[in-house]
């Protein structure tokens, strides 16, 4: 946790500059000869064909599985239709990543009960995702009608308006006519066939040559939000798969906090108790033949026994102090407090005590970024806010400190986040370098007891 003050905050902010001289070009002269431009186009151009094979299976099959409906070949091809649905879907999300770069994770697998055909088709027809991959199917299709008339023209006129001048040529030496046709009637027409409107004509080609990166990409936009919402996981799934995930790290947590209070004790009140019972031994065995020595070694393992009780009271401190239990936040981060390094100035503003849990959170919260500030800061003074904003408890801690502090450098502040994270919590930090820091801490408010 050593390097979490003083790194510098956006300590890769000198290769970013660089990187940005180096493209001399800006992002609106760039555009058109990006490989993102092109990937892009050529996804809109690949969707009109493979929307129309999707819009047709789709429609093929649920209408051929609606009419045997009647008799017992319509659920099985029905079944068989949301399969192809969902096998096309993979194959669309492959297509989004690869020229979109569009990660979307697999949708939730089927969930069968039993073994067997009947099982199987009723874990088809009661999926979510073999419902969504369908209406995708049917969606995607007028949408990739539209967005490939679009792009497709823009991208011609575009370069095409733009070339003018490289083949205008072809009108008077093969068409018999001065140049492109602007307008024209039985009686008068225009044509684009002197230098000035030749330059004029290459002008608008170079703006729609511009800008139709821009709009293809608006174009994707549609297709991301297709994909990510009809072909990845639901939100239900998802939110199943980050309770898991929050459930190893609170798992994890709790086992390395077991070893820790194992190691103290073993390592600290332990031991010291071990050699207080070895001298009191000694002092035994001298109680009769030299009392003066007994006296003295019962005096140090007095000692010794205030020392232990003193770690004990520690360790029992840093796994849920009494002060917390009984007198709730105020008093407990106000004696955390009064051990920092620097002054610190503590206002909880709360009518109303959350759930332990969610307590004890809030204070090894603060506890852990005090002693941040006691160790890296460099601080002079710092502050503490507890408050409650509709059905969120914030905590927040400012120091004066040399800032430069960064959650996603794998320090303490990671770990601290990654704790917050499995309780639906988020931990912000803003601590620019030369500072202040301003860590925020925001945790879900449950299981509200009235304050006695």
């Given at each position: 946790?050593?390097?979490?003050?003083?790194?510098?905050?956006?300590?890769?902010?000198g290769?970013?500059?660089?990187e940005?001289?180096?493209?001399?070009?800006?992002a609106g002269?760039?555009?058109p000869?990006?490989g993102r431009?092109w990937?892009?186009?050529g996804?809109?151009l690949?969707?009109?064909?493979?929307?129309?094979?999707?819009?047709?299976?789709a429609?093929?099959m649920?209408?051929?599985?609606?009419?045997?409906?009647?008799?017992?070949?319509?659920?099985?091809?029905?079944?068989?239709?949301?399969?192809?649905?969902?096998?096309?879907?993979?194959?669309?999300?492959?297509?989004?990543?690869?020229?979109?770069?569009?990660?979307?994770a697999?949708?939730?697998?089927?969930?069968?009960?039993?073994?067997?055909?009947?099982a199987?088709m009723?874990?088809?027809?009661k999926?979510?995702?073999?419902?969504?991959?369908?209406?995708?199917?049917l969606?995607?299709?007028p949408?990739?009608?539209?967005?490939?008339v679009?792009?497709v023209?823009?991208?011609?006129?575009?370069?095409?308006?733009?070339?003018?001048?490289l083949?205008?040529?072809?009108?008077?030496m093969?068409?018999?006519?001065?140049g492109?046709?602007l307008?024209?009637?039985?009686?008068?027409?225009?044509?684009?066939?002197?230098p000035?409107?030749?330059?004029?004509?290459?002008?608008v080609?170079?703006?729609?040559?511009?800008?139709?990166?821009?709009i293809?990409?608006?174009?994707?936009?549609v297709?991301?939000?297709?994909?990510?919402?009809?072909l990845?996981?639901?939100?239900?799934?998802?939110?199943?798969?980050?309770?898991?995930?929050?459930r190893g790290?609170?798992v994890?947590t709790?086992?390395?906090?077991?070893?820790r209070?194992?190691?103290?004790?073993?390592?600290?009140?332990q031991?010291?108790?071990?050699?207080?019972a070895?001298?009191?031994?000694?002092?035994?065995?001298?109680?009769?033949?030299?009392?003066?020595?007994?006296?003295?070694?019962?005096d140090e393992?007095?000692?010794?026994?205030?020392?232990?009780?003193?770690?004990?009271?520690?360790?029992?401190?840093?796994?849920?102090?009494a002060v917390?239990?009984d007198?709730?936040l105020?008093?407990?981060?106000?004696?955390?407090?009064?051990?920092c390094?620097?002054?610190?100035?503590?206002?909880?503003?709360?009518?109303?005590?959350?759930?332990?849990a969610?307590?004890?959170?809030?204070y090894?919260?603060?506890?852990?970024?005090?002693?941040n500030i006691?160790?890296?800061?460099?601080?002079t003074w710092?502050?503490v806010d507890v408050?409650?904003?509709?059905?969120?408890?914030?905590v927040?801690v400012?120091d004066?400190g040399?800032?430069?502090?960064?959650a996603?450098?794998?320090?303490?502040?990671?770990?601290?986040?990654e704790?917050?994270?499995?309780?639906d919590?988020?931990?912000?930090?803003?601590?620019?370098?030369?500072?202040p820091?301003?860590?925020?801490?925001?945790?879900?408010?449950?299981?509200?007891?009235?304050?006695?």
């Amino acid at each position: 946790m050593a390097t979490e003050y003083g790194q510098g905050y956006g300590h890769d902010s000198g290769l970013a500059f660089t990187e940005g001289t180096r493209r001399r070009l800006p992002a609106g002269l760039r555009a058109p000869f990006e490989g993102r431009s092109w990937r892009e186009f050529g996804y809109v151009l690949l969707s009109l064909p493979i929307g129309i094979m999707l819009f047709v299976y789709a429609v093929t099959m649920v209408s051929l599985g609606a009419g045997l409906l009647v008799t017992f070949l319509g659920i099985p091809v029905l079944a068989a239709g949301l399969v192809g649905c969902r096998g096309l879907g993979a194959l669309e999300r492959a297509r989004a990543r690869g020229l979109l770069g569009l990660e979307v994770a697999d949708p939730e697998p089927l969930r069968m009960r039993k073994s067997g055909v009947m099982a199987w088709m009723g874990a088809v027809l009661k999926s979510g995702t073999s419902w969504r991959a369908l209406l995708y199917a049917l969606v995607q299709f007028p949408w990739s009608v539209f967005s490939f008339v679009v792009a497709v023209n823009f991208w011609a006129y575009g370069w095409g308006l733009l070339t003018y001048p490289l083949w205008f040529w072809l009108f008077p030496m093969y068409g018999g006519q001065g140049g492109l046709q602007l307008y024209g009637d039985g009686s008068h027409s225009i044509y684009l066939d002197n230098p000035f409107e030749i330059t004029v004509t290459a002008l608008v080609g170079l703006l729609f040559t511009l800008a139709t990166p821009w709009i293809v990409r608006a174009l994707t936009m549609v297709d991301r939000v297709l994909v990510h919402g009809l072909l990845g996981p639901s939100r239900l799934a998802t939110r199943v798969v980050e309770l898991e995930s929050d459930r190893g790290v609170v798992v994890d947590t709790a086992a390395a906090d077991l070893r820790r209070i194992e190691r103290d004790l073993h390592d600290g009140a332990q031991a010291r108790l071990v050699a207080l019972a070895m001298d009191l031994g000694l002092a035994k065995e001298k109680l009769a033949e030299d009392p003066r020595a007994a006296a003295r070694m019962v005096d140090e393992a007095h000692g010794e026994v205030k020392t232990a009780l003193q770690e004990l009271r520690d360790l029992a401190r840093g796994i849920h102090p009494a002060v917390l239990t009984d007198r709730g936040l105020d008093a407990a981060l106000s004696a955390v407090a009064s051990r920092c390094t620097v002054p610190v100035q503590v206002e909880v503003d709360l009518a109303e005590r959350p759930a332990p849990a969610i307590e004890g959170i809030a204070y090894f919260t603060v506890s852990e970024l005090l002693q941040n500030i006691s160790k890296h800061a460099r601080a002079t003074w710092a502050a503490v806010d507890v408050w409650r904003v509709e059905s969120r408890l914030m905590v927040q801690v400012v120091d004066n400190g040399v800032g430069g502090a960064d959650a996603s450098a794998g320090s303490g502040l990671g770990g601290l986040a990654e704790r917050l994270d499995a309780v639906d919590g988020i931990l912000v930090v803003d601590s620019p370098v030369g500072g202040p820091t301003r860590v925020t801490a925001e945790l879900p408010w449950r299981g509200e007891r009235a304050l006695g």
